[in-house]
């Protein structure tokens, strides 16, 4: 009998489904195995669980045991004069980058949120605004322990087949226990941003295209998802370099501190209650539209990489406007041959459908040899939507439809992302060799299949 206290509703960040779990969180890798062993002996199965920012059902397990490894939280060692730093699985990559940044290290690729732990980052091996240049966080790893079900501890490195296979799974081969990566070296902690007010698809693509080779260290655009016609896809585009020099401006991580309040007088905490009350489709079209028309004044500025970075948590608990019925976020990667006219497609789809994703984010994309790879030489878009009772059945619609169209393009998902997904859709965009390598893999690592998700359960993935 498991102890009734440990009992919790969990959800992912995007709070459309919840599921009952009973939560434990060790503390050392001895309590992950006690944590392990408790699952075999009551009939469980486990969910590995960092900060719970995947937006779908890749940390819900229902009537699971979910391990929140957030308790193994030590930095290990860090050498400043070659930017190698060790953590344990639950430190997050706020923990790190507050940590490292004085000594002029940054992280080499990091989310839109500080919040996921690095365990989490390696599970859905997260990518940033640079991965058309840096590639996704995996490919920064020196090496990780991890603690696979039915085996003593193993180091991997990427030297092995199987650290590709681990890092990316989502949680569902071994829990990642420790990690060493190699931070990237930065003399400011200043980025130089430029702005490029965008009329339409073709000037998104064009500004990609033409900053890719001027030497931008990251590249990311708002996409207003209301526009039709001439003006579908228009938006702002913003590059941004590493500032070089000597000064070690704003290393202080006090210095990088997002603001508290909002000009300056309104708590940044109570924002949210505001957004809800224009969080309904006519009031975000006159937003987007707003932002636009405000994009266009825009002029170049130099900003904090955390200002930059972390946009998600520039508002505090943001994603409770979406409430009750919280929100989804669907993002498709195309190769670039296709991107234009899939990208082009899916507005029309949901304005059809007067579904507008309320935010449309675009990145560029490279390719990477990890097995549950998203990666495409290519770009994604990423579309938040909000869910409601009246709405679900012919929004899920929507993205199967979406689905669809972007297999035949030839493109791929991102699990930390995905709400919808079929079957079928994840054996299309990831192959059957893949999948049957990703099942060897756990018949290795879990042959009691003790590791799982909702994820894994909905998508028949093991």
Avoid at 133 to 146: K, N, P, Q, R, S
Avoid at 355 to 369: I, N, Q, S, Y
Avoid at 397 to 415: K, Q, T
Avoid at 417 to 435: C, W
Wanted: charged share 25%; aromatic share 10%; hydrophobic share 40%.
């Amino acid at each position: 009998m498991l102890p009734l206290d440990h009992i919790r509703r969990l959800s992912g960040f995007g709070q459309t489904e919840f599921r009952d779990a009973y939560v434990f969180r060790p503390e050392n890798v001895q309590e992950v195995q006690g944590v392990l062993d408790l699952a075999r002996k009551s009939g469980r199965q486990v969910v590995l669980r960092g900060s719970g920012r995947s937006y779908g059902d890749a940390a819900v397990g229902a009537e699971c045991i979910a391990l929140d490894i957030r308790g193994m939280s030590r930095i290990l060692s860090w050498d400043p004069s070659t930017g190698i730093i060790e953590v344990e699985s639950g430190v997050t990559l706020e923990q790190i980058w507050k940590y490292c940044l004085p000594d002029g290290w940054w992280l080499p690729v990091v989310s839109g949120t500080m919040a996921p732990t690095i365990a989490g980052a390696l599970a859905a091996n997260i990518h940033g605004k640079n991965n058309f240049l840096a590639g996704c966080l995996g490919e920064h790893v020196l090496e990780i322990d991890i603690q696979p079900p039915n085996s003593e501890l193993q180091t991997l490195t990427p030297n092995d087949d199987l650290f590709y296979a681990v890092v990316g799974s989502f949680g569902l081969l071994a829990p990642i226990v420790r990690a060493k990566l190699q931070m990237k070296e930065v003399t400011s902690g200043m980025l130089g941003v430029q702005p490029v007010s965008c009329p339409s698809w073709e000037a998104q693509f064009t500004s990609f295209e033409h900053y890719e080779v001027k030497d931008a260290d990251y590249m990311v655009s708002w996409v207003d998802c209301f526009a039709k016609g001439t003006a579908q896809g228009r938006g702002i585009f913003h590059s941004a370099a590493h500032l070089q020099g000597d000064d070690h401006y704003a290393l202080d991580a006090r210095s990088q501190d997002l603001p508290a309040k909002v000009m300056g007088m309104i708590p940044k905490n109570k924002v949210w209650r505001f957004l809800k009350l224009l969080n309904n489709r006519p009031a975000m079209r006159m937003v987007n539209t707003a932002k636009y028309l405000a994009g266009r004044r825009e002029k170049p500025s130099n900003q904090s990489l955390a200002a930059y970075s972390f946009l998600l948590d520039y508002v505090p608990d943001w994603e409770l406007a979406y409430q009750p019925g919280g929100f989804i976020q669907y993002q498709s990667f195309i190769p670039k041959e296709r991107a234009r006219a899939v990208f082009r497609q899916q507005i029309e789809m949901q304005q059809v459908e007067k579904l507008e994703a309320f935010l449309g984010v675009m990145k560029r994309h490279r390719t990477d040899r990890f097995l549950l790879s998203h990666g495409v030489d290519g770009y994604s878009l990423a579309l938040d939507f909000k869910v409601t009772e009246s709405n679900r059945t012919r929004l899920w619609a929507l993205c199967h439809r979406m689905n669809d169209l972007v297999l035949e393009a030839g493109g791929r998902f991102y699990f930390a992302k995905d709400s919808t997904l079929r079957p079928e859709d994840a054996r299309a965009f990831l192959g059957q060799e893949v999948i049957s390598a990703f099942r060897s893999y756990k018949a290795q690592l879990d042959p009691e299949n003790l590791l799982t998700s909702e994820l894994a359960r909905r998508l028949k993935l093991t």
